[in-house]
């Protein structure tokens, strides 16, 4: 990606100081893009205190954001504000060499092979969970996935120990985590107020738990099937003359996978039963029709290959990402400048220090890029229309390129998992109209939603 002679990208005018500061942060990024979208086009600037945020919309400017190295676009200067949650010595702590190094043990942790590991837990737990519903009742999906997620992510991330001795503890400790995450936390994270030491109390709580369990499965050997495991095992190669992985590098890395992997999966749950339940006649009538020819092939059993048969499921799953994808904005910080090429051929400066800002929520919509974009739709995705490889970074709900998501394929089976359950066992109703996004969070979920479930008469 050469630099040319573009000239920078326009700059969004009149927003006040502190408004624009405001704007980007609380009120509506939505809007703020919508405005400088109809404005500009794909690529704009709009100041906010003594930055500038450089924003590239839709996937003809986005390949340099997604594929280009480290030192070019980088991850640190924008998100270390997640240092004081996931503590000392991981990810943006540390420099790029050891993140090479932590980040290969995610993959490790998280690579295909590995869901065989977890397929069955995922299946156990959402058995389990449901199996204490009534026959008949109403709920809130966000609520209800947000509980049984919990479990699971104790169960596959965290271990055993934790799910079966003390997960009310660690839920409180993660929860005192999420609250000490506020918007004023992304420019001021080591701000003296009560959220902040509670978080920081938290988490030296959550390492002494932590600690604990990695001493004693050390100690004795034992071994379990989890991504805690994955961590205890892991060794440096090139940095750190080759160590095993410490106590603190593995609970920082169990509260990294946390925070990418827990809410982002629940709430995706929620929308993809939200949107399907809503569109009765199709998607929803599809999915039912497509558990019952899978269940008269290999009865009620689920496991990688049967989960991985459920087409009509999967697109569902990515047409509720696409449409409510839950993080917002995708951050890098340019370290070099570099040129993006706009759908008309216009090319377009970025200089270095700016931010730089991708929106999987917005991109989604572009009529030119998915047609029809509020109509739910998974055939979109399916032969022969598939929309999103027109061009690559169409969609973005789980990133792409580069620092594409790791967990794309834990998430899907664990969505599924549960949705398979849920449509063999019950039927659906919404009593109230698809919600909402609620902007306030930083994770991105539906507005509270009454749902009515039956369960489904044994023939
Ligand atoms: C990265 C979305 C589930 C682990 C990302 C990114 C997105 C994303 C958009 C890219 C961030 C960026 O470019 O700045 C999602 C969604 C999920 C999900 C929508 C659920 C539906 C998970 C799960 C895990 C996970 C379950 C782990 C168990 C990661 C990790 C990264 C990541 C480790 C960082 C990759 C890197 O920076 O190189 N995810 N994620 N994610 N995700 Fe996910």
């Given amino acids: 990606n050469t630099v040319g002679n573009g000239e ?86 540390v420099d790029q060499k050891v ?85 004023v936390s992304v420019m001021f994270p080591y701000l003296p107020i009560p959220a902040h030491f509670k978080r920081d109390k938290a988490r030296k709580r959550l390492r002494d738990i932590f600690g604990r369990i990695i001493r004693a499965r050390r100690a004795s050997g034992h071994r379990e099937e989890d991504c805690l495991q994955q961590f205890i095992d892991a060794r440096y190669q090139k940095v750190n003359g080759g160590r095993e992985s410490n106590e603190e590098e593995i609970t920082g890395l169990l509260i990294a996978v946390l925070f990418a992997g827990q809410h982002t999966s629940s709430i995706t749950t929620s929308w993809t039963g939200l949107r399907m339940v809503a569109d009765k006649g199709n998607s929803y009538a599809k999915a039912k029709e497509e558990q019952r020819q899978i269940m008269s092939k290999h009865g009620q059993d689920l496991d990688m290959e049967v989960l991985g048969s459920m087409e009509v499921l999967h697109r569902n799953i990515t047409e509720a990402l696409r449409m409510n994808p839950p993080l917002v904005l995708l951050l890098r910080y340019a370290k070099q400048p570099f040129t993006a090429t706009t759908s008309t051929g216009k090319q377009y400066l970025i200089p270095k220090g700016d931010v730089v800002a991708a929106s999987p929520n917005f991109s989604h919509l572009l009529p030119q890029v998915f047609s029809e974009p509020d109509r739910y739709d998974p055939e979109r995705f399916a032969p022969p229309r598939e929309e999103d490889k027109v061009k ?53 979920g539906p507005k509270k939603c009454r749902v009515k479930y039956m369960r489904k008469k044994l023939a």
């Fill in 392 to 444: 690559p970074f169409s969609f973005i709900g789980f990133g792409g390129g580069r620092h594409g998501c790791l967990g794309s394929n834990f998430a899907y089976l664990q969505i599924k998992t549960i949705w398979s359950v849920l449509l063999r066992n019950f039927d659906f109703e919404l009593l109230d109209p698809v919600p909402e996004p609620d902007y306030n969070s930083m994770v991105i």
């Fill in 99 to 183: 993140r090479t190094e932590q980040f290969r043990w995610f993959t490790e942790a998280l690579k295909k092979e590995r869901m065989k590991m977890y397929v069955p837990q995922f299946v156990m737990e959402a058995e389990q969970y449901f199996a204490n519903w009534g026959d008949e009742g109403v709920v809130d999906f966000k609520e209800e996935f947000s509980n049984l997620i919990t479990k699971t992510a104790a169960r596959t991330l965290l271990g055993r120990e934790v799910r079966e001795q003390c997960l009310e503890e660690v839920t409180d400790l993660l929860h005192d985590l999420d609250e000490g995450m506020l918007p």
């Fill in 8 to 93: 920078t990208p326009p700059v969004f005018e009149g927003l006040p100081f502190i408004g624009g500061l405001l704007k980007f942060t609380r009120d509506k990024p939505m809007k703020l893009m919508q405005d400088g979208y109809t404005k500009f086009g794909e690529a704009f600037t709009v100041p906010v205190v003594n930055k500038r945020i450089t924003f590239l919309i839709g996937p003809d400017v986005a390949p340099h954001f997604f594929k280009a190295p480290d030192d070019e676009m980088s991850q640190t200067e924008v998100y270390s504000f997640n240092v004081p949650t996931f503590g000392p010595g991981v990810v943006y702590d």
